[in-house]
């Protein structure tokens, strides 16, 4: 089975409020055209239904079987009847051709790309105002979600004759946004956000569950993995990544990189987990830009792109966010390559790579000065990213890891988003437009997280014609195009420091015997919980009461003293 990925270009530098009145006339003229030719071609298949009607019921005519009498003025429906067909296809033809130019410009010019992300938000509020209602509620939501989920996995699995799991991200790919925004406002305990329609006012739900999941997870981490540091540079045993030209290339490097490290790739270059690669370049003036190449998770015990690191990035605590080891080791690496405060830096990121990237844009901001990030498939919609550093995002509909922010990216001008949908069967050779083969992709469903199907999203952008597309394009490249002086490779490793170890068991010991003591406390203060919901207006009115019948009560008492003195 092939795959193909088409694309749709959100954010970045928008034309002029007249031009995209223009194109959008012209998006709406040609889906005008296309629906006159798509009636002329029924009204072609209605007449060559008539003719066939006709011959029918002449039976005994011999012109109705296409045979014509000498001396004999006949009609020959047959020929009629496949010519009417010819000029149906004909028609539709010509109309499929003005759609899609009609669709092409919508997409080249991102028309209505606010709408859609208006329309999405709204989507993803709903399911979370309904999904964080009452237990009574929404647990049998929540029961029955998750019996789809598991339903469509089995069935899935079956289909494909092996366990997989993809076929989950698949079937909640509409409602991702909102389900993991819902169980981020359960877990963060917001209680604005719980609200109905409390949402509406954050998109950043996600983050304050990750901050209450994090307190824990960073200290177990560092309890099983260590917390101590250490980054080293590489030596490679051959050359490997070249000098990339433009964010394709560099997705290229990224990718090779993750293979690398992974075992996947190459070989014979000694390089293996935990590793970045940090390329500098010196430009005709003498200054130096960075490219740093970041792939994304690897799942090592001792490495700092482990999994639980993945929460402490997503945290909407900035503190929280600096010390996940991953963002600690890229920033350890950049101090030892020399990257200067006021030098240009340039990040690539897949995955955990990409958050990384965009926490160092967003939390280390007075330290380095970011001028450009590309994240592939990273969840960084609700990171802090000053607009002075240039964001290209580029995700799948039903990848599931950049959902997991529970919200769009923004849209401005030096941020852009290209969002592709995949879906089976190879592109369509007479509209090269439209979508772009995955290079590489297997015979089944699997996740479209994975970087060839990131790579063929931005393949299938970039030949949009899309200005606001290559404007980020025009950026990025600005910022490498000096001559490759040198590529280093960091690795890093975690490592356990007896006395940090002790310390973080006492923190961990504390922490545990103090949400015990809360929860005790909840236990206790149930009943004045419960007084408290009744709302603050009725324990206004109640303590109103007690008052008045106090005063009433002092007063007949004074009136009871006076007339016993008399």
């Known amino acids: 089975m092939n795959w193909q990925v088409s694309t749709t270009i959100y954010g970045g530098p928008q034309p002029t409020e007249a031009d995209l009145d223009s194109f959008t006339a012209i998006a709406e003229s040609l889906e005008r055209v296309a629906q006159d030719l798509g009636n002329m071609a029924f009204a072609w298949h209605s007449g060559g239904e008539e003719f066939s009607r006709q011959a029918q019921l ?9 045979f014509l009498e000498a001396g004999h003025t006949s009609i020959d429906y047959p020929a009629l009847a496949l010519n009417a067909e010819e000029r149906r296809r004909e028609f539709t033809a010509l109309s499929d051709r003005f759609r899609a130019c009609g669709e092409q410009v919508v997409r080249t010019y991102s028309l209505y790309s606010e709408a859609d992300n208006i329309a999405t938000r709204i989507i993803s509020e709903s399911v979370q105002g309904i999904y964080t209602l009452p237990k009574k509620y929404s647990a049998p939501l929540w029961a029955s ?3 789809i989920i598991g339903g469509t996995i089995v069935l899935g699995s079956i289909r494909e004759g092996h366990k997989d799991l993809s076929w989950m991200s698949y079937a909640t790919s509409e409602a991702q946004e909102g389900l993991i925004s819902a169980a981020g406002a359960l877990i963060g305990g917001n209680f604005w956000e ?3 329609g409390g949402g509406a006012f954050s998109t950043n739900e996600v983050g304050a569950g990750a901050t209450t999941i994090g307190a824990w997870t960073a200290k177990l981490v560092n309890l099983f993995q260590g917390n101590e540091l250490e980054v080293k540079p590489m030596h490679v045993t051959k050359p490997f990544l070249d000098a990339p030209r433009n964010i394709q290339e560099a997705m290229a490097n990224l990718y090779r990189l993750g293979q690398e490290r992974l075992g996947k790739g190459e070989g014979g270059t000694g390089l293996d987990y935990g590793t970045i690669a940090i ?3 010196r430009n005709a003036d003498g200054t130096v830009n960075w490219l740093v190449t970041i792939p994304g998770t690897d799942g090592m015990l001792d490495s700092p792109f ?3 690191q993945n929460v402490e990035l997503m945290s909407d605590d900035p503190d929280m966010r600096r010390e996940a080891d991953s963002a600690r080791m890229v920033v350890e690496a950049m101090r030892q390559a020399g990257v200067g405060k006021d030098d240009a830096v340039t990040m690539i990121g897949h995955s955990q790579g990409g958050i990384v990237a965009a926490t160092v844009a967003s939390d280390f901001k007075d330290d380095y000065n970011i001028r450009h ?5 990273s969840p960084i919609a609700n990171h802090p990213v000053p607009e002075r550093t240039w964001v290209t995002s580029v995700e799948d509909q039903d990848e599931l890891v950049s959902n997991l922010d529970g919200a769009r990216n923004p849209l401005r001008d030096t941020w852009l988003t290209v969002r592709g949908v995949t879906v089976p069967g190879a592109p369509d050779p007479s509209d090269p437009f439209a979508s772009t083969a995955v290079p590489g992709a297997g015979t089944g469903r699997t996740l479209t997280h994975e970087m060839p199907y990131l790579a063929a999203a931005f393949a299938n952008a970039t030949i949009q014609d899309s200005k606001p597309l290559k404007a980020h394009e025009s950026h990025f490249d600005g ?3 000096g001559t490759l002086e040198e590529t280093t490779y960091y690795q890093g490793r975690m490592r356990h420091n007896p006395g940090e170890d002790l310390k973080t068991a006492g923190s961990l010991g504390k922490q545990a015997g103090q949400a015990v003591i809360e929860h005790k406390i909840d236990q206790a203060l149930g009943p004045v919980k419960e007084f408290a919901k009744r709302g603050i207006a009725d324990k206004i009115t109640e303590i109103g009461d007690d008052i008045v019948e106090g ?7 004074a009136l009871r003293s006076v007339h016993g003195r008399k």
Do not use: D, H, N, Y
């Open 373 to 377: 990030i590309v994240t592939c498939g």
């Open 306 to 308: 482990g999994w639980l």
């Open 194 to 196: 719980r609200l109905p």
């Open 551 to 557: 005063v009433k009560e002092r007063i007949g008492e």
């Open 145 to 147: 979600t998750i019996g």
């Open 58 to 66: 002449m039976p005994g005519c011999p012109s109705s079987r296409g």
């Open 279 to 281: 390329q500098k370049f």
């Open 479 to 481: 910022l490498i195009a």
